[in-house]
């Protein structure tokens, strides 16, 4: 099999391609070739048993998706986006990415006159206040940012080219993703990570909401779950419906920081401080907080049983097994 | 107030003209100058106080939306739209124009750097099985045909090019709009208007589905009504969410017959001939029969009382007051 990653490059990108070398199968059919996309030319592992093509290119430049598509990949993982703070400070950039990249591909599937297995990573993003108590799949799609709004054009481009017998798609609405590995970054929602991840390298951390904000999470570990569960899902069991809000960890900051307590240690949670921002903690409140995911569950998605486990799998992942005590 | 309406030559567009014509305002602003658009330049009305243009075009051609919102039309009708049928049958064409089209028409505003009041015709084609008992606003947009798809992508665009401030924008899912005047056309839904527009003109119709089958309706005068509410609509009133389904009337086919009975007697309703079609049939019971539109009524939307209103508004308003009896 044939399978082809965009957004190569990116956190979910690089795990799942780690995932793919180490597993050389999708459900049992073995992978024969991949071929990585990012806007910089993602690394190629060096211990994959298969051939692994690198480009860097952008979706939309002229012929780009047709090189993508050219040798008809049997599974394609789309995971290329403008995230959400850039589409909406850059209007433009986020459409021609998030839309018109992802048009751009299934329109090149299309011409190309195959059908392949599409899994495409929407966003919780494409929802928006004010919430029922818990999200079910059923509730409509009112995204407050151009990205949500991007995402949810996606799903229904999605859903009408899988109808239409172009592709098989299949779209993953993602939890908050931590622990994310590495440097802090400006994401609103960076803090969820941070007040996990610095302290257990030592570092201090600031928390600039209140302990009871509630938020749903899956570790990047299930994230590369979510995207092998759904390339191995039968089309059929999904009908017409292929947007799915994916299953994740609904705990507390409160409850977060008392894992954290449990996992490493008071001295590590101590390195965790407040400095409440009214402005990150808006952002914060009008998010979405609990969903109805007995859908995704009853199709076999599987997040983390506990916000512990997310903590312990970011050491064992990213952290070699151990931390700053 | 300089108004503009694409889709201006079909039988909304026309009624809508006439009325505007006839009111010689919007909410009290009097108009001041009228284009109008579509594929054959709608025939200019000829008793208009004010100037009105009529071009035809496609808006999807080079310029051509530049051209309309060059003198910065206050208000938008955006009716244009390659029908349901036509849009499943050419993908390409449906895409093109239902998409595309009003992609650019929002985005040539937002060049053009100014904020009109948007009016965007969507429709429950939006909505797709199965369905709750009464769907409300607060369902999913899970379109089941091309046509639902770009009309859930149009209303999703609307909300985010008003929430960025480049357009005050309205969608408004319409429910059949009943009775079309004119000859028969092929839409699945023809026969709703056929059972009593032939009979009133003294012609056979036939009945293809059991009358049992229970439907939304509307009047093409209701059409018109809710078209300039939205016009009107303080925009402050819908929030962010700016897809609204439009009231009607919830009514069997048995009940149609029987309004028809009361409204112009036994022998018009003897000229429906019951003709059962399963593919007709089946395709009717998968549409939305019962919607919730407490929000569209609370904000002040109306349609007719009853199915009885709906016949006596089609024999006033295009059969002269009179029919075969």
């Given at each position: 099999?044939?399978?082809?990653?965009?957004?190569?490059?990116g956190?979910?990108?690089?795990?799942l391609?780690?995932?793919?070398v180490?597993d050389?199968?999708?459900?049992?059919?073995?992978?024969?070739?991949?071929?990585?996309?990012?806007?910089?030319?993602?690394?190629?592992?060096?211990?994959?048993?298969?051939?692994?093509?690198s480009?860097?290119?952008?979706?939309?430049?002229?012929?780009?998706?047709?090189?993508?598509?050219?040798?008809?990949?049997?599974?394609?993982?789309?995971?290329?986006?403008?995230?959400?703070?850039?589409?909406?400070?850059?209007?433009?950039?986020?459409?021609?990415?998030?839309?018109?990249?992802?048009?751009?591909?299934?329109?090149?599937?299309?011409?190309?006159?195959?059908?392949?297995?599409?899994?495409?990573t929407?966003?919780?993003?494409?929802?928006?206040?004010?919430?029922?108590?818990?999200?079910?799949?059923?509730?409509?799609?009112?995204?407050?940012?151009?990205?949500?709004?991007?995402?949810?054009?996606?799903?229904?481009?999605?859903?009408?080219y899988?109808?239409?017998?172009?592709?098989?798609?299949?779209?993953?609405?993602?939890?908050?993703?931590?622990?994310?590995?590495g440097?802090?970054?400006?994401?609103?929602?960076?803090f969820?990570?941070?007040?996990?991840?610095?302290?257990?390298?030592?570092?201090?951390?600031?928390?600039?909401?209140?302990?009871?904000?509630?938020?749903?999470?899956?570790?990047?570990?299930?994230?590369?779950?979510?995207l092998?569960?759904a390339?191995?899902?039968?089309?059929?069991?999904?009908?017409?419906?292929?947007?799915?809000?994916?299953?994740?960890?609904?705990?507390?900051?409160?409850?977060?920081?008392?894992?954290l307590?449990?996992?490493?240690?008071?001295?590590?949670?101590?390195?965790?401080?407040?400095?409440?921002?009214?402005?990150?903690?808006?952002?914060?409140?009008?998010?979405?907080?609990?969903?109805?995911?007995?859908?995704?569950?009853?199709?076999g998605?599987?997040?983390?049983?506990?916000?512990?486990?997310?903590?312990?799998?970011?050491?064992?992942?990213?952290?070699?097994?151990t931390?700053v005590?």
């Amino acid at each position: 099999m044939h399978i082809l990653i965009t957004g190569a490059g990116g956190m979910i990108g690089r795990k799942l391609v780690d995932r793919l070398v180490r597993d050389g199968n999708v459900g049992g059919k073995p992978i024969t070739r991949m071929t990585l996309h990012d806007i910089a030319a993602p690394a190629a592992p060096n211990d994959a048993k298969f051939p692994v093509a690198s480009y860097a290119g952008d979706v939309t430049m002229p012929n780009e998706a047709t090189k993508l598509v050219a040798d008809a990949p049997e599974l394609i993982f789309h995971l290329a986006a403008v995230v959400s703070g850039e589409a909406e400070a850059d209007f433009d950039k986020g459409y021609r990415i998030n839309l018109d990249g992802m048009r751009l591909l299934l329109e090149t599937i299309r011409a190309r006159a195959y059908k392949p297995k599409f899994v495409f990573t929407s966003s919780i993003a494409v929802f928006g206040a004010p919430f029922p108590p818990a999200i079910p799949d059923e509730f409509h799609l009112t995204p407050l940012t151009s990205y949500g709004t991007q995402k949810a054009i996606g799903e229904l481009l999605l859903a009408d080219y899988t109808r239409r017998g172009f592709v098989e798609g299949v779209g993953i609405r993602l939890p908050s993703i931590v622990v994310r590995p590495g440097k802090p970054n400006r994401a609103a929602s960076g803090f969820f990570s941070g007040i996990i991840r610095e302290p257990l390298a030592g570092q201090e951390a600031v928390l600039p909401v209140p302990d009871t904000i509630l938020h749903m999470h899956a570790s990047p570990r299930a994230a590369v779950g979510f995207l092998l569960h759904a390339a191995e899902l039968p089309q059929e069991k999904l009908g017409t419906r292929v947007g799915l809000t994916m299953p994740g960890v609904c705990c507390t900051v409160a409850e977060q920081i008392e894992a954290l307590r449990r996992v490493a240690g008071e001295n590590v949670v101590k390195r965790i401080r407040r400095a409440p921002d009214l402005f990150v903690s808006k952002i914060v409140e009008g998010w979405p907080t609990r969903f109805d995911t007995r859908r995704s569950l009853a199709l076999g998605f599987r997040a983390e049983r506990d916000f512990e486990e997310i903590i312990r799998i970011h050491i064992e992942e990213d952290l070699g097994g151990t931390f700053v005590h």
